[in-house]
């Protein structure tokens, strides 16, 4: 993508994840306002700033003109609200429409919404419109561009993969995939005197199928929303053996992390969905950070250091019974990381049934934020509950949720799909590389939409690595 | 004496740029060490090449040169990627070294506007923030309102034989050291690069008997959309390949090579790897193709394509004679590397004049480029936006959905160079579009423009179109019969295994001038092969050249704006993007930034 469009409508699920009561789809665009008209079958224009009771069909299969077709599913009673541009949040038209709140409902509102013309939001988008239209103040915007700029790298997608099964870690592998066989295939047009094939038309069809087969499995997988991600991150973190595996036990309420007095127990990253004051949160105990002993364990470390990219919030556990770590002690990277992951910071100072090695004020400006535990006598879980949540929705309204990530996701999958089969075709009829690289390059930039894009010098680089070319 | 422009340099970015400045009316200085040494080939004698090709059509269907010269003087010519469809075909030619420079410099000498300077450049000058004047080393100066530098390898060149060094632009030829400082003085920041050269042998001490030939195509398919035939005899290029005995040599010697034991710093081209880099980065291939190819009819040089290297002169002679039929050659050059001095070319705007000395035109390798080619398509667009300028008109900049001439300008200015810069067709988002079939549709209408065009190409080009939009009619509306159904012409050819000469057998009758008729077919079969193609990307090139229409201020302040990171603050101001696209291409700006910087223009335009 070289850059937003700013001038096209777009939508996203605007309330946090959850099973809870309503939930909200917004709009913003020129086209909102018809576009929602159109999906409640409306003849006349909504009243701005009134909410309308309306019943929102699935007119993607039906022609909205034709009076003999059979009535539209209605999908579900809905209050829309129009805010007539400027008088909005993002300072264009924009129309939130309340609905029922599951997470299954609430995509295919917007699924309908994409399919009436609306384009799915970047993550932040709104909140950039916002800012363009001139609605929000410096402060803010910083805080957005981060954001926005955040969710793009692979890396981070990546972290979320390992942490939640999501489809990135397969998406990377097909993108991968095709993208050497892209250089290869730009290899044989930029360099027809080298005397060997780069690739032959059977290899080439044979790895097109392959990149065919496993798109049409991932959109089949994620349209089936097995997927679909609910919750933010909270990750734990903290020294090895400060205590994270209690407090993730405690506030998970069950013994899933085994805990152990060794330090670096927790190999892994450990899960769990959990509820926190009716927000459903996605809770992550990591690896104690620090210089690991074994291969397992670095592997574990670096999981965690990338959780933290992705995190809405980190609680960082330090054990109060103990001597500080010195600054930096083996958690270098972490100490780089906590400079550069936006999410605010818990500190919890655990096992405080036990007698205090050090006072709060050591710890200096933090001392403000923290919060003292113990897991024994179940002391300061509550408090650190509450202290999540005000964490969580203090920057909320910036973030997109999850699950509309993953339906980025399937979008561009299904975009990359069709390219690809429009590849396979070229192939079997014969025709030459510019053709079928026309296709791929149409399923790659789709990819690279999700994985990151990449520079093009990048392709080239990445043929010289692989041959030997040139006179 | 005063002129216009002064164009310094008389190699292939030179002749072009003092071409265009003096076919736009301006009268032009072009300062250069010998008569003997106009668009001299330092290097292999081609032109041409897969995508290279596609540049050389671009400089001609504008107006240029280098076609012209090459079909005069071609001895071998080829259409690359044949098999392949017309997107990628790309025409390349072995040039008659010697004759294509005598070619170029008669061109020049007949040309009114042009007065040769043959002396070594020194010091430029300014007064009030521009270019006024050049100074020779000899301290006479001539006055002129703006400069086109085109001094290749020349800038602090230093040659490198095994452990010999000298300073010196091409072999032979003294460097430019004055020139070079008072570059640097300007402030623009600078690299170093590196490229190298292959041996040349005798032709009299080679057994040719011993290798595989290498024809050439006939029948022959020119360079230029003005040339109907090839009068040149042609020849053929020999095929030898190194050995695991040549390889073992290489290994053998490698810390006496400058480019592996340290001496060389530069950086050389990914593209044309050394001899050394072959073997070394490569040891599992067993054998790399060398090509012998003549630098002339009746000369004697052989160029060693594909042996460049920066080994000692023994070594070389060893390498040589291990190889099958070189057993006695005679070396009459030995290989070397030279490393000169580049301007980082986000230096320049997109019409190649420095943006910190108005008047001051860079194009060619000075630019971080590799390339005959390359340096000849920046030739004529400095020279034409020199001349442009100098008459107070604005500067043409060609997009990269116009021509692959687009693509390499702005590649440059907006990247910068870290390497030399080859182009590939792989940089072309709109391949299909960018063809040599084409290039005079997409790009002679500028040049009648700009006024490089003149009247008998132009009577050419009107015919052509002519016969183009009638071959389009007729295309739509025939019908022709496939798999026992009627369809039109259109239809038909969307079918990849159904080729135009298919149907023209089956009762499609085109209107073809049979002087150029492999253009007037190449046309319309590329336009119809790639209609679904071009079609589906024509919303993305209109949405791209929107982008590029949203200009940006020249002084447009990126230091303090909100949400704007201090790294792309950084860029953006080194860099100084045109237009809003052109800021989307800058490496490290993130589409947020972009979608910030284009509101705030917007709203400063408003304001």
């Known amino acids: ?471 | 004496m005063t002129f216009d422009v002064v164009v310094i340099g008389a190699g292939h970015a030179g002749c072009e740029a003092a071409w265009a400045a003096a076919r736009l009316g301006c009268r032009v200085g072009l300062c250069t060490l010998s008569a003997d040494t106009v668009a001299l080939m330092p290097c292999n004698p081609a032109i041409g090449g897969t995508a290279k090709g596609h540049l050389v059509r671009e400089i001609d269907a504008l107006g240029g040169l280098m076609a012209r010269a090459i079909d005069a003087t071609g001895i071998q010519f080829k259409l690359l990627n044949r098999s392949r469809g017309p997107a990628v075909w790309s025409p390349r030619a072995q040039a008659d070294k010697r004759r294509y420079g005598a070619w170029m410099r008669d061109a020049l000498e007949r040309e009114p506007n042009i007065t040769w300077l043959f002396r070594r450049a020194g010091r430029i000058m300014t007064a009030g923030g521009r270019v006024t004047g050049l100074a020779f080393e000899d301290g006479e100066s001539v006055a002129c309102s703006a400069i086109v530098v085109t001094t290749g390898t020349f800038l602090n060149g230093l040659i490198h034989v095994g452990d010999e060094q000298r300073p010196a632009g091409r072999a032979g030829e003294p460097p430019s050291c004055d020139l070079a400082t008072s570059i640097r003085e300007i402030g623009v920041e600078m690299g170093r690069l590196k490229t190298g050269t292959p041996p040349r042998l005798d032709r009299r001490s080679i057994d040719f008997s011993v290798f595989g030939e290498e024809p050439g195509d006939d029948p022959v398919v020119p360079f230029s959309f003005l040339t109907t035939r090839i009068e040149r005899p042609q020849v053929a290029c020999h095929l030898v390949y190194t050995s695991e005995r040549v390889h073992e040599i290489v290994r053998r010697s490698i810390d006496r090579s400058p480019l592996y034991n340290g001496r060389i710093q530069g950086i050389g081209p990914r593209y044309c790897p050394s001899l050394e880099d072959k073997v070394m980065r490569f040891p599992d291939k067993s054998r790399h193709q060398i090509f012998l190819e003549p630098e002339g009819i009746d000369v004697d040089e052989i160029y060693v394509n594909g042996l460049s290297m920066s080994l000692p002169r023994d070594v070389q002679e060893e390498i040589v004679h291990a190889l099958p039929g070189l057993e006695r050659a005679s070396i009459l050059r030995h290989a070397y590397a030279v490393e000169y001095d580049f301007v980082q070319p986000t230096e320049l705007h997109r019409s190649l004049e420095t943006k910190r000395l108005p008047g001051l035109f860079l194009a060619g390798q000075i630019n971080g480029t590799s390339g005959y080619e390359e340096a000849a398509a920046q030739g004529l667009m400095a020279g034409l936006n020199a001349a442009r300028i100098v008459r107070g008109d604005a500067a043409i900049v060609l997009g990269r959905d116009e021509a692959y001439i687009g693509i390499l300008i702005d590649d440059l200015v907006t990247r910068g160079c870290l390497e030399p810069y080859r182009m590939f067709t792989s940089r072309a988002e709109h391949r299909l579009l960018l063809r040599i079939d084409n290039a005079d549709v997409r790009l002679t209408p500028v040049g009648h423009r700009a006024g490089l065009v003149d009247a008998e190409r132009w009577r050419l080009f009107e015919a052509r179109m002519e016969r183009l939009d009638r071959n389009r009619a007729r295309a739509a509306t025939t019908r022709v019969t496939v798999d026992g159904r009627r369809v039109t012409v259109e239809q038909a050819l969307a079918q990849p295994p159904v080729t135009l000469d298919d149907v023209r057998g089956g009762g499609f009758e085109m209107d073809v001038d049979p002087e150029r008729a492999h253009l007037d077919t190449a046309t319309i079969e590329a336009e119809l092969r790639y209609r679904g193609y071009l079609r589906r990307h024509a919303a993305d090139v209109a949405r791209a050249r929107a982008q590029e229409t949203r200009a940006i201020p020249v002084h447009f302040e990126y230091r303090g704006i909100p949400g704007l990171s201090r790294e792309v603050v950084e860029r953006l101001t080194t860099v100084r993007p045109e237009t809003i696209g052109q800021a989307a291409r800058v490496p490290g700006v993130t589409p947020a930034a972009v979608a910030i910087v284009a509101a705030r223009v917007a709203r400063g335009a408003r304001a």
């Open chain 1, 1 to 471: 993508m070289a850059a937003f469009s700013t001038t096209d409508t777009i939508v996203a699920v605007a309330t946090p994840p959850g099973r809870g009561g309503l939930g909200l789809v917004r709009l913003s665009g020129l086209a909102a306002e018809p576009i929602v008209r159109r999906l409640t079958r409306r003849r006349t224009p909504f009243v701005p700033r009134h909410a309308t009771f309306a019943r929102l069909a699935d007119v993607t299969t039906v022609d909205a003109t034709d009076d003999v077709t059979p009535p539209a599913r209605i999908v579900d009673h809905v209050v829309v609200t129009w805010f007539a541009a400027p008088h909005s949040f993002t300072g264009e038209d924009v129309v939130e429409i309340g609905a029922h709140g599951s997470p299954v409902l609430l995509q295919r509102v917007v699924e309908l919404a994409m399919a009436a013309g609306a384009r799915l939001a970047e993550p932040g988008e709104f909140t950039l419109r916002a800012h363009l239209n001139g609605r929000l103040d410096l402060v803010q915007a910083e805080a957005i561009a981060d954001l926005v700029d955040a969710v793009t790298p692979l890396q981070a997608r990546a972290a979320m993969d390992q942490l939640e099964g999501t489809l990135t870690e397969a998406i990377g592998r097909v993108d991968a995939a095709l993208f050497d066989l892209i250089a290869r295939l730009e290899a044989s047009l930029d360099f027809p005197e080298e005397g060997f094939h780069f690739v032959t038309r059977a290899d080439a069809a044979a790895e097109v199928e392959a990149v065919r087969a496993t798109l049409a499995m991932l959109v089949t997988e994620g349209r089936a929303g097995r997927v679909v991600r609910e919750g933010r991150l909270v990750v734990v973190t903290g020294a090895p053996n400060a205590g994270k595996s209690s407090l993730f036990n405690a506030l998970v309420g069950a013994s899933r992390a085994i805990v152990t007095d060794v330090p670096g127990t927790t190999r892994d990253v450990l899960s769990e969905r959990v509820d926190v004051g009716g927000v459903p949160i996605t809770l992550v105990d990591t690896a104690g950070v620090r210089e690991a002993r074994d291969v397992v364990e670095a592997e574990g470390v670096r999981r965690a250091i990338e959780a933290q990219t992705v995190a809405a919030v980190i609680v960082e556990v330090v054990d109060g019974s103990a001597p500080l770590p010195a600054v930096g002690a083996g958690g270098g990277d972490a100490a780089k990381d906590r400079a550069t992951s936006p999410a605010p910071r818990i500190i919890v100072v655990s096992k405080v049934d036990r007698p205090r090695a050090w006072p709060n004020a050591t710890l200096g400006d933090a001392a403000d934020r923290i919060v003292e535990t113990s897991v024994v006598s179940g002391a300061g879980i509550d408090a650190l509950r509450r202290r999540i949540l005000s964490a969580l929705t203090s920057r909320d309204e910036w973030r997109d949720t999850p699950a509309v990530t993953n339906l980025r996701h399937v979008a561009q999958l299904e975009t990359a799909l069709a390219a690809v089969e429009r590849a396979a075709q070229e192939l079997d009829a014969g025709a030459t590389e510019e053709l079928v690289l026309a296709g791929l390059s149409d399923a790659r930039a789709a990819l690279e939409a999700i994985t990151g894009v990449r520079a093009p010098d990048d392709l080239l680089r990445h043929i010289f690595s692989r041959f030997c070319i040139g006179k």
